[in-house]
């Protein structure tokens, strides 16, 4: 019975929204990043210099912003598998009480969020958009789920439930996650 349990919680734990964060490089290759953050959001050194774009005004999306600030409110929070409390969270949990707090019914699990929304390019990624990961060597489906929290020149940043680290604020210049980066979508 133990041991049963035991097996039950490994492959919970093994497909679960994360996984640990390699931080060394072992095959001595120096990595690239291929995703960056959007040309223009880069800040102009001049007035003379503006292109068109900058003559728009930026998206803006109060409830992007609600939802992210809802998100953050769980920055710190312990990694739990199925977790939707301050108590403990997981990447899918985060993302289905930050939207829930709006009166937003977005699916529990990450790979079925997926599936949710419009496919954006990552050059279009916004705030408040979905970046959707691979993190299992074993499994072929999406499971891992962050929000975006900020784009800028330091690139995509976003907000998600590790289950090392817990609740906490990721680049995606990041290499892993740069690595298990599967495609961004728009719910807002």
Known sequence: MNRTFLYLFLIAIATSC????RTT???NKERKISVAANKNDAKPKGANSL???????????????????????????RYKYGGTTK???D????????FGDQDISIPRTSYVIAEEGKDIR?????????????????SKKINHVGLVVSVDNDGIK?????????????????????YAFVKATRIL
Not at 51 to 75: D, F, G, H, Q, W
Not at 91 to 98: H, I, K, M, N
């Open 18 to 21: 994360g996984a640990k964060k």
């Open 25 to 27: 490089n072992t095959d």
């Open 51 to 77: 292109p068109a774009v900058y003559s728009e005004k930026p998206r803006t999306n109060n409830i992007a912003e609600s939802v992210i600030s809802s998100a953050l409110e769980y920055t710190g929070t």
């Open 87 to 89: 108590k403990g969270m």
């Open 91 to 98: 990447c899918s949990g985060l993302l289905y009480v930050a």
């Open 122 to 138: 990552i050059k279009d990624v916004d705030k408040g958009d979905l970046l959707f990961f691979k993190t299992s060597k074993r």
């Open 158 to 178: 976003f907000i998600h439930a590790t289950t090392s680290r817990g609740v906490i604020v990721s680049s995606l210049k990041e290499g892993y996650w740069n």
